[in-house]
């Protein structure tokens, strides 16, 4: 029996951190356009170069989903794959997997699509979960059932601009219209798989510092944190040393922004998951 693991590229994570594992973990890239320019969400995209790219264009800026071809190749590569999706409210890429996965069942091959309900560090906590799982030799079925309805993910977000989260329909045009004319930097969470404003705050400073105490407020057991942050590495450190202060016995990762993620987090965006 042959297992693997699928993500899409909003999951920020590179294959090359995976290699040697027993369980292969594959991303299937998203597609960012600026104007006539298109751009595939993987290991050779230069997230820096792209973030430079929108900002100087004036051109129309939009993401799309891969085909369900793109999955379809990789599930059949292995007997049972476990495959990790944004969320399904802000992406069509579940419903692409799960048209996927119907195809290649007929076949015999085993998919569980799992609809990660959020995005970036989610995606990436969820691999490591079901890692550990497999590890410890549990059976298919449960590791989708923990995945699903045991383990409790959350995410909470900040960002500086949401020019492409507005434009692309990502989030309530009237919630960042509001932000954007008051210069806030609003504290979002990821609820149910869609965007939801928690608190108005000024400054990032204190937006930041709500967002650290309002973290047990949503899961008061997490254990695990991953702070993805685009384009500052500083405020993303001093997040961090914010959150060991308070929560001195979790484990904090810090994940720079992919494409996908860059391309609706923006500069400063920073996305904190924990589980």
């Known amino acids: 029996m042959t297992y693997q693991i699928i993500v899409d590229s909003a ?4 294959e090359s951190e995976y290699e040697g594992s027993l369980y292969p973990v594959k991303v299937v890239p998203l597609t960012i356009k600026i104007g006539s320019e298109e751009y595939i969400d993987d290991a050779s995209l230069n997230p820096d170069i792209l973030l430079q790219k929108m900002v100087e264009s004036k051109e129309k800026q939009t993401t799309s989903c891969p085909n369900p071809s793109a999955f379809e190749e990789l599930f059949r590569k292995a007997d ?3 495959c990790i999706t944004i969320s399904a409210k802000l992406s069509g890429t579940y419903n692409s997997a799960c048209l996927a996965r119907d195809i290649v069942s007929k076949d015999g091959h085993k998919v569980f699509v799992i609809d990660s309900k959020a995005v970036a560090g989610v995606e990436r906590l969820m691999v490591n979960d079901i890692i550990k799982d497999l590890e410890n030799n549990v059976d298919a079925l449960s ?3 923990n995945m699903t309805n045991k383990y409790n993910y959350n995410l909470l977000f900040v960002l500086s601009t949401f020019d492409n989260l507005i434009k692309n329909g990502r989030m309530n045009k009237f ?3 509001v932000a954007s004319f008051l210069s806030i930097r609003p504290l979002f969470c990821a ?4 965007i939801k404003l928690i608190k108005k705050i000024r400054t990032l400073t204190k937006s930041l510092q709500s967002l650290v105490d309002e973290m047990p407020n949503l899961n008061a057991m997490f254990k695990e944190v991953v702070i993805t942050y685009c384009a500052n590495i500083d405020i993303a450190n001093n997040l961090k040393n914010s959150i060991l202060n308070k929560y001195p016995e979790v484990i904090v990762n810090l994940v720079p922004t992919r494409g996908l993620t860059t391309f609706y987090a923006n500069k400063d965006g920073i996305i904190v998951s924990f589980r």
């Open 175 to 177: 919630t960042g219209m």
């Open 80 to 82: 049972t794959t476990f």
């Open 11 to 14: 999951s920020d994570i590179l």
């Open 143 to 145: 590791i989708y059932d």
């Open 191 to 194: 609820a149910n798989g869609e």
